[in-house]
């Protein structure tokens, strides 16, 4: 098999799954992740004929796709920010919007002069905790989940990426036995409710971690609510708390925060126009 023809057997096997352009972004980041094959060879060498063990492996990651596998679970990493991270099941695939949470964190603190004590609740891959730290050394940054064992990746990422971040084992509906004074609450949370399914992607509903997605269709805002009263009493004055949310539930949300009375509200949208993040700052 020519790299030009496994190319061809990707686009026709996967046409009824994905976009063309997902099927070619797809096979380049194989190339490149899997195989050490540059991408830009599909132009310049079309005919390379692969060997036996990479022919393989494109297979057995083609049949993966076709059962709908998130790519970034099968190569067992994804790129974030500053960050190569390994994902698997147990943790979400890091998205583009938690990228531009990230960002604004990172903006408005850009200038300090001294140490600022941050804490990641749901923390996941440790995306965001980690990339705090990389990117501010000044930042001391705790990654809070309910699980040792995501814990575990977190601490995996935290060495491969040569930074280093505590890590606490913590129920996020238990927050208020959690006493631990901070500057910075930066989350996303699950806050997807179970009537939302029926416009999920497969890859998505079947392999991504349920409990980091949903919450009650009852109680939508859980997570958020428990944040809240445990920033209402551990979060410095003048402290800030950043949140990934629900375009669906913006409104209900906001009228949440105004009941503390204590949080000025600031707004972002995502790059698709639809607001994404809230920033609190305690008064």
Not at 227 to 249: D, Q, R, S, V, W
Request: hydrophobic share 40%; charged share 25%.
């Amino acid at each position: 098999m020519t790299l030009i023809e496994a190319r061809n057997l990707y686009r026709v096997s996967l046409s009824t799954r994905y976009t063309e352009g997902e099927i070619d972004y797809y096979f380049k980041t194989i190339l490149a992740t899997v195989l050490q094959i540059e991408p830009l060879s599909i132009a310049l060498q079309p005919h390379l004929e692969l060997e036996a063990k990479k022919k393989e492996r494109l297979k057995q990651i083609l049949e993966a796709l076709i059962q709908e596998k998130p790519l970034q679970y099968i190569l067992g990493q994804i790129p974030f920010r500053k960050l190569v991270l390994k994902v698997n099941p147990l943790v979400l695939i890091p998205r583009p919007e938690t990228e531009e949470l990230v960002d604004w964190v990172i903006a408005d603190y850009v200038d300090i002069q001294s140490e600022v004590v941050a804490i990641d609740m749901g923390t996941g891959s440790g995306c965001i905790a980690l990339s705090l730290k990389k990117e501010h050394p000044l930042f001391q940054v705790h990654a809070l989940d309910i699980q040792q064992d995501i814990l575990g990746l977190v601490q995996e990422n935290a060495i491969l990426n040569e930074v280093e971040v505590n890590c606490i084992a913590w129920d996020m509906t238990q927050l208020d036995k959690l006493q631990f004074k901070v500057d910075l609450i930066i989350s996303n949370p699950p806050y997807i409710t179970p009537q939302e399914k029926t416009t999920m992607k497969k890859n998505v509903l079947n392999y991504e971690p349920h409990q980091a997605l949903f919450v009650p269709q009852e109680n939508p805002l859980l997570y958020y609510r428990h944040i809240l009263e445990y920033a209402h009493k551990n979060l410095k004055a003048k402290g800030k708390l950043y949140f990934e949310i629900n375009p669906l539930f913006e409104s209900e949300l906001e009228t949440l925060i105004s009941s503390f009375e204590y949080f000025s509200l600031a707004k972002r949208e995502d790059l698709f126009g639809k607001v994404r993040m809230f920033r609190l700052e305690k008064e």
